[in-house]
């Protein structure tokens, strides 16, 4: 058999084209027996004349493949089709089965006259599923299914250890803790949220600023805390106190309290501004209300209106005088004690000068003092110390000799009681400091 040569064709090619119907018949020998849906859908066009030699084996792959594809389709599509068959005939034989049971025909052991069998498959093509067994089929009568009960969650049984296999290649045995344990029921865990959240939920934190705020403010009640029980037991001044000092402050305010024209300034320094709270705890215990009709003395600070009215006269209040406001009694009582200390200048009634000595115009006073006897003298003033009084024997010393004066009358021991309360004002719980304390006045 032979073809007409071609203009333009290799003689090669027109070989292959020649030798391509025997290995093709070659192929399809070789393969199994199609059903007969397999072979029709096989039906294929005309071949078109062979490409080159370049491109015939691309064309022959791209061909079988597609052959193969239909047969596979194909196949499936028959199976199906038997499979369905195969369905119907059972139903129908269940159908019967179950109508027999209910009519008490009992059981049946042949094939009902007349009931289709399964259908035989086709001739290379087995069904999907194995047919049922030869012989007599027993039918049954239907027995109702029974009603079960919803299981309860069961207990976890976990074995004691692991797979035997485990300590064959040489994994430690394993433990199960939770052996026995029943799983928490939907309300429990409901509740375990509700009440301390998912423990899988990341909590927010509290920023730096927060931490620090919360630090500072426990550091705050701590102090408080420990500053209250240190102090709440312990021995101090009454609280009197307090309030006669929020006075002084407001009295210091005034420029006229230092003594004229030596600038002593005892009463109102703040380092020894002290001293006008002792003489009124000593004096009036502290009440601006207090009267002496013995003396005549008034006032937080005690002092006859008539000399507290002179003292006064110097302050520049303007407003009168008022022994029973404590702001105006601690001014009298701070430029009286000033002078007592550092002396004063008065104008006498010819209109010379008059210079009034004070306490540290003596030189045995400044001796006792500072250290020193040395003074300052300077016409038309009181001589003062040359030396500041400093130490606190110096000051304890000079506050009796002031206390003495400023109570005319006062007894020696209660003039030293006033310069062991001044000396001890940061000490209230020193002893001779309560003793005395004890012994005042309305205390």
């Keep these: 058999m032979g073809f007409a040569p071609r203009s333009g064709r290799p003689a090669a090619d027109r070989i292959l084209v020649a030798a391509r119907p025997a290995v093709a018949a070659d192929r399809h020998a070789k393969r199994p027996a199609r059903s007969l849906a397999s072979q029709a859908s096989r039906h294929r066009s005309p071949e078109p004349q062979a490409p080159g030699m370049s491109e015939l084996s691309e064309v022959d792959k791209v061909k079988t493949n597609f052959e193969y594809i239909n047969g596979s389709m194909a196949r499936r599509a028959s199976d199906h089709e038997n499979m369905t068959v195969q369905s119907r005939h059972t139903l129908a034989e269940r159908l019967a089965s179950l109508e027999r049971a209910i009519v008490g025909t009992g059981y049946d052991t042949e094939k ?19 047919p049922a067994p030869a012989g007599p089929r027993i039918r049954r009568p239907a027995v109702p299914e029974p009603a079960f009960p919803e299981p309860a969650f069961p207990e976890r049984d976990f ?20 052996r026995g344990r029943v799983a928490p029921s939907d309300d ?28 500072a403010g426990g550091l705050g009640v701590f102090i408080a805390v420990l500053a209250t029980t240190v102090f709440r037991n312990g021995p101090s001044w009454p609280a009197s106190v307090a309030v006669v000092q929020s006075e002084i402050a407001a009295a210091c305010q005034n420029p006229d309290v230092v003594a004229e024209p030596t600038q002593v300034n005892l009463a109102c320094a703040k380092p020894t501004e002290k001293i006008l709270w002792v003489f009124s705890l000593m004096t009036s215990g502290d009440n601006p209300d207090f009267a002496d009709p013995s003396s005549g003395r008034k006032g937080l600070e005690p002092i006859t209106p008539a000399q507290g009215g002179e003292v006064a006269w110097s302050l520049n209040l303007h407003h009168p005088y008022n022994p029973y406001n404590p702001v105006d009694s601690l001014e009298v009582a701070a430029r009286a004690i000033n002078n007592i200390v550092g002396g004063a200048t ?3 009634s010819n209109g010379a000068p008059s210079v009034q000595p004070g306490l540290e115009s003596a030189p045995a006073n400044c001796a006792r003092y500072t250290g020193s006897a040395a003074i300052v003298s300077r016409q038309g003033y009181p001589d003062v110390c040359a030396s500041p009084v400093t130490s606190a024997t110096g000051l304890a010393a ?3 000799d002031v206390y003495r004066q400023w109570v005319v009358g006062a007894a020696a021991q209660t003039a030293q009681d006033a310069g062991v309360l001044f000396a ?8 001779r400091v309560q003793q005395i304390l004890r012994g005042l006045t309305g205390q």
């Design 112 to 130: 009902p006259a007349g009931e289709p069998g399964p259908p035989e498959p086709e001739a290379g093509h087995e069904p999907a599923f194995y």
């Design 159 to 178: 074995p004691e250890s692991g797979d035997p296999g485990d300590a064959e290649y040489g994994f430690p045995e394993r433990q199960f803790p939770d």
């Design 188 to 215: 429990e865990r409901t509740e375990r949220i509700i009440n301390a959240g998912r423990h899988t939920v990341r909590r927010p934190r509290v920023p730096r600023a927060g931490r620090l705020l919360i630090a």
């Design 346 to 348: 008065l104008t006498g």
């Design 398 to 400: 000079l506050v009796t």
């Design 424 to 431: 001890d004002a940061g000490d209230p719980g020193n002893a």
